[in-house]
């Protein structure tokens, strides 16, 4: 009901679904604010402009509003998908491109690799006989 005191517009949300509580917002604020420093929500925000953004576009993460009333879990679950998201928009580094490292290695003439990790993942692609003619 609208009465003369709480006046309501059609802009203004309604205070139903506007949570209260002053810490749980700045709770959500932090998270926000820790998707927002990635590189990834960096790269999504320069390569698109807001005023190109669509909401019903898949690859384009919407901001969870941190003001809106609901529960943990529904928060909890929108941060998570909007993180995915953000995710999508990561820079591919040639860090991440395991034939790249093995041609470094190559190229360095090193038959041993100090990264165990990277040297498990590569021992499908490289045979003792191959580490020898290093």
């Known amino acids: 009901p609208v009465t003369p005191e709480t006046p309501e517009t059609p ?9 209260n509580d002053a810490h749980k917002i700045q ?21 698109i402009p807001k005023e190109s953004r669509e909401k019903d576009n898949e690859e384009h993460p919407v901001t969870p509003r941190a003001d ?28 991440n491109d395991l034939d790249g490292e093995l041609a470094h290695c190559i190229q360095m003439e090193t038959p041993f690799i100090a990264d165990e990790t990277l040297a ?15």
Not at 13 to 18: F, R, V
Not at 70 to 93: E, F, I, Y
Request: aromatic share 10%.
């Open 27 to 47: 709770q959500r604020l932090k998270q926000i604010g820790f998707g927002k420093s990635t590189k990834g929500y960096k790269n999504y925000v320069t390569n």
């Open 120 to 134: 498990k993942c590569l021992e499908h692609l490289v045979t003792p006989e191959d580490v020898e003619t290093f």
């Open 68 to 95: 809106q009333k609901c529960s943990k879990r529904s928060w909890d679950g929108q941060m998570k998908k909007w993180r995915r998201l953000l995710h999508l928009w990561d820079p591919v580094t040639e860090t």
């Open 11 to 19: 802009n203004s949300p309604n205070t139903d679904t506007i949570e």
